[in-house]
Protein backbone atom coordinates (compact mmCIF):
# COMPACT_ATOMS: atom_id res chain seq x y z
CA UNK A 1 0.00 0.00 0.00
CA UNK A 2 1.39 3.43 -0.70
CA UNK A 3 1.51 5.79 1.77
CA UNK A 4 -0.17 9.61 1.61
CA UNK A 5 3.50 10.97 2.69
CA UNK A 6 4.91 13.39 0.17
CA UNK A 7 1.90 13.91 -1.56
CA UNK A 8 1.74 13.59 -5.24
CA UNK A 9 5.30 12.17 -5.58
CA UNK A 10 5.38 9.79 -7.96
CA UNK A 11 5.87 5.66 -6.40
CA UNK A 12 8.93 5.00 -8.14
CA UNK A 13 10.84 7.98 -7.22
CA UNK A 14 12.94 8.91 -4.46
CA UNK A 15 14.01 12.51 -2.22
CA UNK A 16 16.84 13.94 -4.15
CA UNK A 17 19.07 13.66 -0.60
CA UNK A 18 19.14 10.06 -1.43
CA UNK A 19 19.76 9.50 -4.98
CA UNK A 20 23.16 8.36 -6.57
CA UNK A 21 24.68 11.09 -6.94
CA UNK A 22 23.87 13.34 -4.07
CA UNK A 23 25.29 9.68 -1.90
CA UNK A 24 28.01 10.11 -3.63
CA UNK A 25 28.66 14.04 -2.83
CA UNK A 26 28.09 14.27 0.64
CA UNK A 27 30.62 11.23 1.00
CA UNK A 28 33.25 12.62 -0.73
CA UNK A 29 32.29 15.86 1.20
CA UNK A 30 32.54 13.91 4.75
CA UNK A 31 35.76 11.93 3.70
CA UNK A 32 37.97 15.47 2.79
CA UNK A 33 36.49 16.84 5.79
CA UNK A 34 37.62 13.86 8.19
CA UNK A 35 41.01 13.85 5.76
CA UNK A 36 41.47 17.52 6.64
CA UNK A 37 41.48 17.15 10.13
CA UNK A 38 43.34 14.08 10.82
CA UNK A 39 46.27 15.80 8.58
CA UNK A 40 45.87 19.55 10.09
CA UNK A 41 45.78 17.83 13.90
CA UNK A 42 49.16 15.72 12.43
CA UNK A 43 50.71 18.74 11.84
CA UNK A 44 49.96 20.55 14.83
CA UNK A 45 50.70 17.66 17.13
CA UNK A 46 54.33 16.97 16.20
CA UNK A 47 56.01 19.27 18.78
CA UNK A 48 58.75 17.20 19.68
CA UNK A 49 57.49 13.93 19.53
CA UNK A 50 54.90 14.46 21.87
CA UNK A 51 51.01 14.12 21.10
CA UNK A 52 50.01 17.38 21.69
CA UNK A 53 47.68 19.99 19.98
CA UNK A 54 49.48 23.33 18.66
CA UNK A 55 47.97 25.44 21.46
CA UNK A 56 49.25 23.63 24.31
CA UNK A 57 52.96 24.81 23.03
CA UNK A 58 52.77 27.19 26.00
CA UNK A 59 53.55 24.14 28.47
CA UNK A 60 57.06 24.30 27.24
CA UNK A 61 58.90 26.91 29.24
CA UNK A 62 59.26 30.14 28.08
CA UNK A 63 63.10 30.88 26.82
CA UNK A 64 64.77 33.65 28.25
CA UNK A 65 67.26 35.55 25.78
CA UNK A 66 69.63 36.89 28.15
CA UNK A 67 70.22 32.55 29.07
CA UNK A 68 71.92 30.06 27.02
CA UNK A 69 69.65 27.32 25.61
CA UNK A 70 69.76 25.42 22.70
CA UNK A 71 66.69 25.12 20.52
CA UNK A 72 63.07 23.98 22.34
CA UNK A 73 59.77 23.31 22.07
CA UNK A 74 59.30 26.76 22.70
CA UNK A 75 61.36 28.17 19.86
CA UNK A 76 60.85 25.19 17.06
CA UNK A 77 57.35 24.03 15.43
CA UNK A 78 57.99 20.14 15.39
CA UNK A 79 60.63 17.28 15.95
CA UNK A 80 61.60 18.02 12.35
CA UNK A 81 62.82 21.53 12.79
CA UNK A 82 64.46 21.06 16.34
CA UNK A 83 66.88 18.03 14.62
CA UNK A 84 67.70 20.04 12.01
CA UNK A 85 68.99 22.90 14.25
CA UNK A 86 71.13 20.19 16.29
CA UNK A 87 72.79 19.17 13.22
CA UNK A 88 73.14 22.27 11.79
CA UNK A 89 74.94 23.37 14.77
CA UNK A 90 77.63 20.14 14.66
CA UNK A 91 78.42 21.13 11.16
CA UNK A 92 79.31 25.05 12.35
CA UNK A 93 80.94 23.22 15.39
CA UNK A 94 83.28 21.45 12.81
CA UNK A 95 83.53 24.27 10.57
CA UNK A 96 85.04 25.97 13.62
CA UNK A 97 87.42 23.08 14.62
CA UNK A 98 89.20 23.69 11.43
CA UNK A 99 90.13 26.68 12.30
CA UNK A 100 91.68 26.12 16.23
CA UNK A 101 95.10 26.45 16.64
CA UNK A 102 95.36 28.17 12.91
CA UNK A 103 96.41 31.92 12.10
CA UNK A 104 94.70 34.13 9.58
CA UNK A 105 91.08 34.11 10.99
CA UNK A 106 90.41 37.91 10.35
CA UNK A 107 86.82 38.09 10.38
CA UNK A 108 84.06 35.89 12.50
CA UNK A 109 80.66 36.27 11.79
CA UNK A 110 78.26 34.81 14.32
CA UNK A 111 74.52 35.63 13.94
CA UNK A 112 71.42 34.09 12.69
CA UNK A 113 69.75 33.63 9.28
CA UNK A 114 71.13 36.99 8.15
CA UNK A 115 74.25 35.59 8.66
CA UNK A 116 73.91 32.11 7.80
CA UNK A 117 72.61 33.07 3.83
CA UNK A 118 75.92 34.17 3.54
CA UNK A 119 77.18 30.74 3.09
CA UNK A 120 74.29 29.88 0.88
CA UNK A 121 72.27 27.43 3.36
CA UNK A 122 69.52 27.96 5.66
CA UNK A 123 69.57 25.72 8.63
CA UNK A 124 72.12 24.29 7.10
CA UNK A 125 70.42 23.08 4.00
CA UNK A 126 72.23 24.39 0.63
CA UNK A 127 69.82 26.36 -1.28
CA UNK A 128 69.62 28.23 -5.01
CA UNK A 129 68.06 30.78 -3.39
CA UNK A 130 71.43 31.89 -1.82
CA UNK A 131 73.43 31.58 -4.74
CA UNK A 132 73.81 35.09 -5.70
CA UNK A 133 73.41 36.18 -1.50
CA UNK A 134 76.90 33.93 -1.37
CA UNK A 135 78.40 35.13 -4.43
CA UNK A 136 78.21 38.48 -2.99
CA UNK A 137 79.90 37.97 0.23
CA UNK A 138 82.39 35.30 -1.40
CA UNK A 139 83.18 37.83 -3.61
CA UNK A 140 83.81 41.04 -0.79
CA UNK A 141 86.33 38.89 0.73
CA UNK A 142 88.44 36.54 -1.82
CA UNK A 143 91.05 35.38 0.30
CA UNK A 144 90.14 32.62 2.63
CA UNK A 145 90.25 34.48 6.29
CA UNK A 146 86.33 35.07 6.99
CA UNK A 147 84.06 32.35 8.76
CA UNK A 148 80.46 32.94 8.99
CA UNK A 149 78.55 31.10 11.59
CA UNK A 150 74.59 31.35 12.08
CA UNK A 151 71.33 29.45 12.05
CA UNK A 152 68.22 30.91 10.65
CA UNK A 153 65.63 31.71 12.96
CA UNK A 154 67.92 31.64 16.45
CA UNK A 155 67.90 34.35 19.03
CA UNK A 156 70.39 35.68 21.46
CA UNK A 157 69.51 32.86 23.69
CA UNK A 158 70.71 30.26 21.05
CA UNK A 159 73.76 32.08 20.22
CA UNK A 160 75.11 32.40 23.56
CA UNK A 161 74.36 28.45 23.78
CA UNK A 162 75.96 27.84 20.66
CA UNK A 163 79.30 30.03 21.61
CA UNK A 164 79.21 28.29 25.22
CA UNK A 165 78.29 24.61 25.53
CA UNK A 166 78.27 24.30 21.72
CA UNK A 167 81.58 24.87 21.68
CA UNK A 168 81.01 26.98 18.02
CA UNK A 169 83.80 30.16 19.79
CA UNK A 170 86.38 28.17 21.97
CA UNK A 171 89.93 28.42 20.58
CA UNK A 172 88.92 30.77 18.05
CA UNK A 173 91.54 34.05 17.60
CA UNK A 174 89.96 36.05 15.09
CA UNK A 175 91.30 39.55 14.61
CA UNK A 176 87.53 41.06 14.22
CA UNK A 177 84.53 39.32 15.33
CA UNK A 178 80.85 40.68 14.13
CA UNK A 179 77.92 40.28 15.88
CA UNK A 180 74.60 40.80 14.51
CA UNK A 181 71.74 39.17 16.84
CA UNK A 182 68.32 39.83 18.22
CA UNK A 183 65.66 40.48 15.11
CA UNK A 184 64.55 37.16 15.63
CA UNK A 185 63.53 37.62 19.87
CA UNK A 186 61.75 40.81 18.52
CA UNK A 187 59.44 38.60 15.97
CA UNK A 188 59.22 36.08 19.29
CA UNK A 189 57.33 38.79 20.95
CA UNK A 190 60.52 39.64 23.54
CA UNK A 191 60.42 43.28 24.35
CA UNK A 192 63.46 45.73 23.32
CA UNK A 193 64.64 45.44 26.65
CA UNK A 194 65.00 41.29 26.69
CA UNK A 195 66.91 41.44 23.59
CA UNK A 196 69.46 44.00 24.27
CA UNK A 197 69.97 42.09 27.43
CA UNK A 198 70.79 39.17 25.19
CA UNK A 199 72.59 41.33 22.50
CA UNK A 200 74.83 42.27 25.60
CA UNK A 201 75.43 39.09 26.99
CA UNK A 202 76.52 38.08 23.49
CA UNK A 203 79.37 40.76 23.64
CA UNK A 204 79.69 39.48 27.08
CA UNK A 205 80.39 36.07 26.34
CA UNK A 206 82.62 36.84 23.56
CA UNK A 207 85.06 39.08 24.79
CA UNK A 208 85.48 36.88 28.04
CA UNK A 209 86.33 33.85 25.23
CA UNK A 210 88.61 35.50 22.69
CA UNK A 211 91.62 36.84 23.13
CA UNK A 212 91.91 40.48 23.99
CA UNK A 213 93.60 41.66 20.70
CA UNK A 214 90.58 40.76 19.07
CA UNK A 215 88.45 43.48 17.97
CA UNK A 216 83.94 43.28 18.39
CA UNK A 217 82.15 45.17 16.09
CA UNK A 218 78.63 45.06 17.00
CA UNK A 219 75.97 45.75 14.65
CA UNK A 220 72.99 47.61 15.29
CA UNK A 221 69.59 45.07 14.60
CA UNK A 222 68.86 45.73 10.64
CA UNK A 223 65.34 46.87 9.89
CA UNK A 224 62.55 44.91 9.88
CA UNK A 225 58.47 45.16 8.38
CA UNK A 226 58.07 41.82 8.37
CA UNK A 227 55.05 41.36 9.85
CA UNK A 228 53.90 44.31 11.59
CA UNK A 229 55.89 47.27 10.44
CA UNK A 230 54.81 50.23 12.26
CA UNK A 231 55.48 47.99 15.36
CA UNK A 232 58.44 46.46 14.45
CA UNK A 233 60.03 49.81 13.35
CA UNK A 234 59.85 51.36 16.66
CA UNK A 235 60.80 48.36 18.73
CA UNK A 236 64.02 48.03 16.10
CA UNK A 237 64.93 51.73 17.04
CA UNK A 238 64.43 51.38 20.83
CA UNK A 239 66.92 48.70 21.04
CA UNK A 240 69.53 50.05 18.70
CA UNK A 241 68.87 53.49 20.69
CA UNK A 242 70.06 51.02 23.74
CA UNK A 243 72.76 49.38 21.82
CA UNK A 244 74.23 52.73 21.29
CA UNK A 245 73.95 53.50 24.31
CA UNK A 246 75.88 50.52 25.77
CA UNK A 247 78.70 51.26 23.12
CA UNK A 248 79.19 54.51 24.15
CA UNK A 249 79.92 53.75 27.82
CA UNK A 250 81.91 50.76 26.85
CA UNK A 251 83.59 52.82 24.20
CA UNK A 252 84.74 55.21 26.97
CA UNK A 253 86.49 52.51 28.89
CA UNK A 254 88.40 50.74 26.51
CA UNK A 255 86.27 47.90 25.92
CA UNK A 256 87.08 47.16 21.88
CA UNK A 257 83.94 47.10 21.13
CA UNK A 258 83.28 49.62 17.26
CA UNK A 259 79.55 50.37 16.93
CA UNK A 260 77.99 48.98 13.17
CA UNK A 261 74.91 51.03 11.24
CA UNK A 262 75.31 49.25 8.35
CA UNK A 263 71.81 48.68 8.04
CA UNK A 264 71.03 52.47 7.81
CA UNK A 265 71.52 51.91 3.96
CA UNK A 266 68.51 49.74 3.58
CA UNK A 267 66.05 52.56 4.06
CA UNK A 268 64.98 55.13 2.43
CA UNK A 269 65.67 57.66 5.37
CA UNK A 270 69.00 56.74 6.42
CA UNK A 271 69.31 59.13 9.85
CA UNK A 272 66.48 60.58 11.93
CA UNK A 273 63.94 58.41 10.23
CA UNK A 274 65.99 55.29 11.37
CA UNK A 275 66.60 56.46 15.01
CA UNK A 276 63.13 57.15 15.20
CA UNK A 277 61.23 53.67 13.94
CA UNK A 278 60.16 55.93 10.48
CA UNK A 279 61.74 54.62 7.53
CA UNK A 280 60.79 52.63 4.51
CA UNK A 281 62.65 49.55 3.24
CA UNK A 282 64.75 49.85 0.28
CA UNK A 283 63.02 46.55 -1.63
CA UNK A 284 65.96 46.28 -4.21
CA UNK A 285 68.30 45.71 -1.07
CA UNK A 286 65.58 44.05 1.38
CA UNK A 287 63.21 42.14 -1.11
CA UNK A 288 61.51 40.49 1.89
CA UNK A 289 61.99 43.59 3.76
CA UNK A 290 63.84 40.85 6.51
CA UNK A 291 67.18 39.49 5.10
CA UNK A 292 69.46 41.72 2.40
CA UNK A 293 69.79 40.90 -1.31
CA UNK A 294 72.89 40.07 -3.13
CA UNK A 295 73.24 44.14 -3.53
CA UNK A 296 72.41 44.27 0.29
CA UNK A 297 75.05 42.35 1.18
CA UNK A 298 77.42 43.93 -1.12
CA UNK A 299 76.99 47.37 0.58
CA UNK A 300 76.83 45.50 4.25
CA UNK A 301 80.40 43.77 3.96
CA UNK A 302 81.39 46.67 2.54
CA UNK A 303 80.88 48.88 4.95
CA UNK A 304 82.24 46.01 7.35
CA UNK A 305 85.56 46.46 5.69
CA UNK A 306 85.37 50.15 6.48
CA UNK A 307 84.80 49.70 10.27
CA UNK A 308 88.06 47.33 9.93
CA UNK A 309 90.36 49.41 8.26
CA UNK A 310 88.98 52.24 10.64
CA UNK A 311 89.99 50.26 13.46
Known amino acids: MCSTR ?17 ITVVSLVALFIFLNERRSSEHSDAILGITKPKEEKKSFPRESPSVPTPRTGWSTRNIEQL ?5 C ?24 SITEHLTGASVGVVSQRFDEVKAAFDSSFEDD ?13 HLL ?63 REFRNPSQEQEKVAKVNEMIREYWKEEDGTGGGITLAQCGRAFVTDETKGF ?11 MPDKLHPSASGVKLWMDCI ?7
Open 305 to 311: KAQMRNI
Open 145 to 157: TTLALGISGDQTQ
Open 89 to 112: QRKLRWEKEKWVGRQGLKLLLLGD
Open 275 to 285: NEGAWRVKIPL
Open 6 to 22: GGNRPANSRPILFTPFA
Open 83 to 87: SMWME
Open 161 to 223: WRLGEGGELEGLEPEFVHILIGTNNLGAGFAPIGAFEGIKAVVDLVRETVPPSTRIILEEIFP
